[in-house]
């Protein structure tokens, strides 16, 4: 499992194989199948056991929001560590492995008892799920891409300088164009940053419902 583990943290999912996990282990190559009966299962083997590497502590923080920020920074933590993370499961149809859904329990705890009505209370807890794995995926596709290109992001930017010279003369997008020709050394995209600076944005967001000043549940 660690090694399966190790190669997608590597190399991503799409370098994956029953055959290479073979190889690594110095085994044949129809060993692993002794344990796994496809790449299908060991994936969810595997995502479970990388979900369990984090856990939560026995006494929580007082209020529901430094739970949630918790719980938040957990995943976020996780999906850092292990990219490939992000691009497993969906929200119409999620991954359903032991240790997500205890991450799942946490959050849902947080919220509570707060007498928000079950489908509210389970909308807020998918809002900031999503927020969290939307931007997580960025990690693993960006580590494709790389390998894929043989290019960082700055240098697939520099390549596409003259594409976005061309937008910029069109006179066509004028608050792009002031936007874009504001940064004196190019924008630098900071997931980290825009993880935090998101998932406060939503909490307050969502704070007069979880506590009651606010009225009606998420309009559909």
Not at 55 to 80: F, K, N
Not at 89 to 105: A, D, F, K, Q
Not at 181 to 188: H, Q
């Given at each position: 499992m660690r090694t399966a583990i190790e190669i997608a943290d590597a190399e991503g999912l799409a370098a994956l194989s029953m055959r290479g996990v073979a190889a690594r282990l110095g085994v044949a190559v129809m060993s692993p199948y002794r344990y796994v009966p496809s790449k299908d299962d060991l994936i969810q083997l595997m995502a479970d056991a990388a979900y369990g590497e984090r856990g939560y502590p026995a006494d929580p923080p007082a209020g529901?929001?430094?739970?949630?920020?918790?719980?938040?920074?957990?995943?976020?933590?996780?999906?850092?560590?292990?990219?490939?993370?992000?691009?497993?499961?969906s929200l119409t149809r999620p991954l359903l492995v032991p240790n997500l859904v205890g991450h799942?329990?946490?959050?849902?705890?947080?919220?509570?008892?707060?007498?928000?009505?079950?489908?509210?209370?389970?909308?807020?807890?998918?809002?900031v799920y999503s927020h969290i794995q939307g931007l997580a995926v960025h990690l693993e596709?960006?580590?494709h891409a790389e390998a894929a290109t043989g290019?960082?992001?700055?240098?697939?930017?520099?390549?596409?300088?003259?594409?976005?010279t061309e937008l910029v003369d069109s006179g066509r997008f004028p608050t792009f164009?002031?936007?874009?020709?504001?940064?004196?050394?190019?924008?630098?995209?900071?997931?980290?940053?825009?993880?935090?600076?998101?998932?406060?944005?939503?909490l307050d967001g969502l704070t007069p419902l979880v506590e009651g000043r606010a009225a009606g549940a998420i309009a559909p």
């Amino acid at each position: 499992m660690r090694t399966a583990i190790e190669i997608a943290d590597a190399e991503g999912l799409a370098a994956l194989s029953m055959r290479g996990v073979a190889a690594r282990l110095g085994v044949a190559v129809m060993s692993p199948y002794r344990y796994v009966p496809s790449k299908d299962d060991l994936i969810q083997l595997m995502a479970d056991a990388a979900y369990g590497e984090r856990g939560y502590p026995a006494d929580p923080p007082a209020g529901w929001r430094p739970r949630l920020e918790l719980g938040a920074h957990t995943l976020w933590g996780l999906y850092r560590e292990h990219p490939w993370l992000a691009q497993l499961g969906s929200l119409t149809r999620p991954l359903l492995v032991p240790n997500l859904v205890g991450h799942g329990e946490w959050m849902l705890r947080a919220l509570d008892g707060h007498g928000l009505d079950p489908t509210t209370l389970f909308d807020i807890h998918l809002l900031v799920y999503s927020h969290i794995q939307g931007l997580a995926v960025h990690l693993e596709w960006e580590a494709h891409a790389e390998a894929a290109t043989g290019q960082s992001e700055d240098q697939w930017m520099d390549s596409r300088a003259p594409a976005l010279t061309e937008l910029v003369d069109s006179g066509r997008f004028p608050t792009f164009t002031k936007v874009v020709g504001s940064f004196e050394n190019g924008y630098d995209l900071r997931l980290d940053a825009l993880f935090a600076a998101g998932l406060n944005a939503l909490l307050d967001g969502l704070t007069p419902l979880v506590e009651g000043r606010a009225a009606g549940a998420i309009a559909p």
